[in-house]
């Protein structure tokens, strides 16, 4: 595709329910970054995927919250046992390396009621 | 981990100069960025500036970073209406990219 590409676009699910939220990123594109946008919080980085590399994993804020890239291409965001703090749109990115352009896709916007 | 803070708003008068600052920990970021993000819309790329540059023109837009102090901002000049959206300071870290909370621009006309 063109770009990146997020689906999907928005998802509402019940307190308690697990979601996947999905990210394919731009064909060639090694480096596939994930954020967490809240309203007033600013760019919260996730997790960082490079290649064949460990995902650097370091910003995701519980165990609940999880993320594979199979096949160094689409990427799945899982967040189990949603709390209504994990509202928020969730942004993937991916570029051609971490010096590079990032391009991002228009998001996810998860609401838990 | 790496810090970019930013303050969340600014206002200023269609026609005048908007200047938006930032400043990060990460004294080995190689490249610093701009991203803009319109209402409802993704970020994209605006400019970036390489670590060993202080100043960096494009059109309305200039980039001055001061290394030492680990300052960032951007400068627009004869704000318009269509600059107002949220602007992101980022770095490059050793293996990551670090956003600030960026900061909401409000043109007034």
């Known amino acids: 595709g063109a770009g990146v590409s997020q689906s999907p676009s928005n998802k509402v699910t019940e307190k308690g329910k697990d979601v996947e939220l999905r990210c394919d990123p731009i064909s060639g594109h090694t480096a596939l970054y994930w954020y967490r946008q809240s309203l007033g919080q600013g760019l919260e980085f996730l997790i960082y995927f490079q290649g064949n590399s460990a995902p650097d994993k370091s910003g995701l804020p519980s165990d609940r919250f999880s993320a594979e890239r199979t096949g160094g291409s689409v990427s799945t965001l899982t967040i189990q046992r949603t709390q209504q703090e994990d509202s928020a749109v969730y942004l993937c990115a991916s570029s051609l390396g971490v010096f590079t352009e990032a391009f991002f896709g228009q998001g996810t916007r998860l609401t838990v009621v | 981990g790496e810090d970019v803070e930013q303050s969340l708003f600014l206002s200023v008068r269609e026609g005048d100069s908007s200047v938006i600052n930032c400043t990060y920990t990460d004294s080995s970021s190689t490249y610093l960025y701009w991203y803009k993000q319109e209402p409802g819309a993704g970020l994209q790329l605006l400019t970036y500036i390489f670590s060993n540059m202080d100043m960096k023109q494009d059109q309305r837009l200039t980039v001055l970073l001061n290394k030492k102090d680990k300052h960032l901002s951007l400068r627009i000049a004869d704000t318009q209406t269509g600059d107002s959206a949220i602007y992101f300071c980022?770095?490059?870290?050793?293996?990551?990219?670090?956003f600030g909370t960026g900061t909401r621009l409000t043109v007034i006309p």
């Open positions: 980022a770095e490059s870290g050793a293996n990551n990219l670090f």
